[in-house]
């Protein structure tokens, strides 16, 4: 229905459907989605944003070459803890995107190639307000993932500022936050900070006050880099590098069916957090390192090569820390692996390539996964260890907000690698493995997550161990699909 009225040059989105359920409520919705996306779009004055980052000028020509439904496209709900406003809440978020230029930012591709954004001057944003309040309780949470599930696969123009939408879900007893955004816009990092502020404007509007937030940092991304010593540093550190893939190989990324298996963390593996302390590991170490010792236990060879995502705020800038924006980068890290190491040996290496790797992040991946001696990708899986300090308040919310998701598959994160492994840094680790369809089976899906959680709970359990001594798993490829 959606793609017929779009063909008929209608502004027909999902949540539409969900939201209207008779014709003439559906007709009028119709009518007044055109007028606001042409409030939202048309004669918006712009002017040239900064340079893209990296990992926005990687995702775009991802994007570009190969359109999968929902990539580089995020879902995710907030339960709110309070009592909403409706009226209040859509001028704390009309306050929200005045604040920050990435809200208001889309991407032109120039003539000669490069990327350039182009921030709108400024938007009119829109929030629907859904009123659920009649529904079962125990299914508000359920449709709205379906809602969501729906308009994340519908793809943003990338020109064409803004790249989210926003509704407000009134259930029984709770409201909710529903968001759909593209991720060029903002990390996972940003949209704590965003959320953190949202709640902010609110709270001090329903108060009456200034919500006395700091300014927002203007920080030029491309400061202090230099792209061909990035560049020289990378083909020195992958000369030779053999491709480190775990899945099957389909060439050209195209339609797929993108699943998801999550599980709760052994308490014994939440104890890595401790024993890296004690050595001077980070608990992002221990965990990326396990995938690598994974990688070379599945390959059946001592050099490997995994993806690790990097933050991208170690630089010593006022800010940073606040700001909003995409700043990640999925950066090789390389490491050999010898069987009589000592575990401890290991990570040392492994930190110290991974601290090495983040001083050099002014070359897009697609250039880093071209670097090894394979015309393939280097690597086809990325670990996101998510550990973003916000405010304490924020984080009790956002802990029980990630924990739904986890268990109903509320939240989403998709790229183009075969195998996305994402573990959150809590008091209590939570860990999920996505992936596609036709590059893993469901069985193998579950068997690599069982086999990591084995190969960490048994590290956490002998941390003077050598590293053949961890390592008692299958040494057979993943089965291909086909």
Not at 60 to 70: H, I, K, N
Not at 75 to 86: A, G, N, R, V
Request: a negative charge; proline letters at 6%.
């Amino acid at each position: 229905m959606v793609s017929a009225a779009r063909r008929a040059g209608l502004e027909m989105t999902p949540r539409m459907v969900f939201a209207h359920q008779t014709i003439e409520a559906l007709a009028k919705a119709v009518d007044e989605g055109g007028a606001l996306a042409a409030t939202a779009r048309g004669g918006r004055p712009r002017s040239a944003g900064p340079a893209v980052t990296p990992g926005q000028h990687h995702m775009l020509d991802v994007l570009e070459s190969a359109w999968v439904p929902g990539l580089y496209q995020m879902q995710s709900t907030t339960e709110l803890p309070f009592e909403i406003d409706p009226g209040l809440f859509r001028a704390a978020w009309h306050q929200l995107n005045a604040r920050h230029p990435a809200l208001r930012t889309g991407f032109r591709r120039d003539g000669d190639g490069t990327w350039t954004p182009v921030v709108a001057d400024r938007l009119d944003p829109v929030i629907e307000v859904l009123d659920w309040s009649g529904h079962e309780p125990d299914a508000v949470a359920d449709e709205l993932i379906a809602l969501l599930e729906a308009e994340r696969v519908t793809p943003f123009d990338v020109s064409e500022p803004p790249l989210w939408r926003v509704w407000l879900v009134r259930g029984p007893s709770t409201w909710w936050l529903g968001q759909v955004q593209s991720y060029l816009l903002a990390d996972g990092w940003s949209n704590l900070v965003l959320l953190d502020e949202l709640l902010a404007l609110y709270l001090a509007a329903l108060e009456g006050r200034e919500a006395g937030l700091p300014p927002v940092p203007e920080l030029d991304t491309a400061e202090d880099t230099d792209p061909e010593a990035d560049r020289a540093f990378w083909q020195n550190q992958l000369a030779g590098a053999l491709p480190s893939r775990l899945a099957a190989e389909r060439g050209r990324l195209g339609p797929s069916r993108f699943s998801r298996v999550a599980d709760r963390v052994d308490p014994a593996i939440a104890a890595l957090r401790e024993r890296g302390a004690g050595h001077g590991h980070t608990f992002s170490t221990l965990a990326c390192a396990g995938w690598a010792l994974l990688a070379a236990s599945r390959l059946g060879r001592a050099d490997v090569t995994v993806g690790v995502v990097s933050a991208g705020r170690d630089r010593a800038v006022d800010g940073l820390e606040r700001a909003v924006g995409l700043f990640i980068a999925a950066l090789p890290v390389r490491v050999q692996v010898n069987r009589d190491e000592t575990l401890t040996a290991l990570f040392d290496r492994f930190q110290l390539a991974r601290v090495e790797g983040a001083e050099h992040t002014s070359v897009p991946t697609g250039t880093l996964q071209r670097m090894g001696t394979d015309d393939g990708p280097l690597f086809d899986s990325v670990v996101v260890v998510a550990n973003y300090p916000v405010s304490s308040a924020l984080r009790a919310q956002q802990s029980a907000s990630v924990q739904r998701g986890a268990e109903s598959d509320g939240t989403r994160n998709q790229t183009e690698y075969a195998l996305r492994l994402d573990i959150t840094d809590d008091a209590e680790p939570r860990i999920a493995l996505s992936y596609y369809g036709d590059r893993i089976t469901d069985a193998d899906a579950r068997q690599l997550l069982d086999d990591y959680l084995a190969l960490l709970a048994a590290v956490a359990r002998t941390p003077a161990a050598t590293v053949g001594q961890v390592l008692p798993l299958s040494r057979l490829p993943i089965g291909d699909p086909r």
